[in-house]
């Protein structure tokens, strides 16, 4: 085999989504803390995200980490979260492959029946607890960074919709929210398309009309990321959600390519912004479990710990919990000649 590059992977869902983890294969990425080393990859790297995540390699649907060194000295590992058009600064299944890959495959050591330990994300310190059980990651709890709504109930104009109610929020990366009723859209994986136009629209309305900073880091905007959500169907479960991951750039002038693919999971960060907004309307309280189902009928157990302030916002302090699940290793390889250095993307599947 003739190849320019070797990477090595453990390929892992949370609750449904794939999360590949790169645990070999990359250069050093300066910096001085996990940030700036996402932000370096994002400059000098952004190659490897392409091949990983694009086909023949990866898929629409698909995530992709990087494990590196840790820049502060509480964290244990430090890792980096690909998605297609984005470096999202946290997210709730990633943390949940990273932390089941770190443990299974012995990188940092499993102690049974619980093992604790301390994650460097782009967005800050994590701090994990994994259930074990006979070598198996039964279950990841991690202390998510403080979540706060932006927007409430704002108003926005949407393009095909009419007039649309939203919310805007922060749990790791900046969502708008919005209640699927009010568009008469269900939420089950056999209105996927459907679901995704609508989201991709609400996501581009809304940083249009209603663009957000993160008050501790400007470097952070958004909304990036929809999410749609319902009253719970299942039995045991407190709400319903469809979070949808944008797969292309969009085009001022051909919004009917807007493209997505929903997130196979309930979302982590999304069900910490859900919890924020809930909070600042008084519908759910400290200490409170909130059970969030994703479009497959998984679920992510999310609960307040304690309420702060970040910046000028009212913010709460969530956990949220999970499991991982790993079903592959790889060595993905790279041919000089290759004429798909970067991966492609075809419109039967990308849009």
């Known amino acids: ?47 490897v995200r392409l091949l990983m995540l694009r086909e023949p390699r990866g898929n629409p649907a698909l995530c992709c980490n990087v494990i590196v060194p840790p820049c502060d000295p509480a964290a244990d590992a430090g890792f980096i979260i690909m998605e297609q058009t984005e470096y999202p600064p946290m997210s709730g299944s990633n943390t949940i492959c990273v932390v089941t890959t770190l443990l299974e495959t012995g990188i940092l050591p499993m102690v049974e029946p619980i093992t604790e330990l301390t994650l460097e994300a782009p967005a ?51 969502f708008v929210l ?27 309305a809304t940083a249009e009309q209603l663009p957000v900073v993160h008050p501790e880091n400007p470097a952070i905007t958004g909304p990036t990321i929809s999410q749609l959500f319902a009253p719970p169907k299942a039995p045991g479960t407190d709400g319903l959600g469809a979070i ?10 051909r919004p009917e390519n807007l493209t997505g693919i929903l997130d196979r999971s309930p979302c982590g960060t999304g069900t910490c912004a859900k919890m924020a907004v809930l909070h600042a309307k008084g519908l759910l309280e400290v200490g409170q479990d909130y059970v969030n189902a994703g479009p497959m009928g998984t679920t992510f157990t999310g ?30 390889s790279l041919d000089p000649s290759d004429p798909f250095q970067q991966g492609y993307t075809i419109g039967d599947i990308w849009g």
């Open 178 to 204: 919005a209640e699927a009723a009010q568009f008469g859209l269900e939420l089950t994986p056999e209105n996927g398309a459907a679901i995704v136009k609508l989201s991709e629209a609400l996501r581009v």
């Open 303 to 332: 609960r307040i710990e304690d309420t702060t302030n970040v910046g000028p916002y009212d913010a709460i302090i969530p956990t949220l919990s999970g499991q991982g699940w790993i079903y592959g290793t790889a060595n993905w």
């Open 124 to 174: 800050g310190l994590i701090k994990v607890r994994a259930d074990c059980k006979d070598g198996k990651v039964t279950r990841v709890t991690f202390r998510n960074v403080p979540a706060f709504a932006v927007h409430l109930d704002a108003e926005i104009d949407l393009p095909g919709f009419g007039k649309a109610v939203v919310n805007v929020a922060w749990g790791g990366m900046f």
């Open 1 to 47: 085999m003739r190849a320019s590059r070797i990477i090595t992977a453990v390929e892992a869902h949370a609750e449904g989504e794939p999360g590949r983890v790169i645990t070999a294969g990359l250069p050093h990425m300066p910096g001085n803390s996990v940030f700036e080393k996402m932000q370096w990859m994002q400059k000098n790297a952004d190659d």
């Open 244 to 253: 949808t991951l944008s797969t292309g750039d969009f085009d001022p002038n």
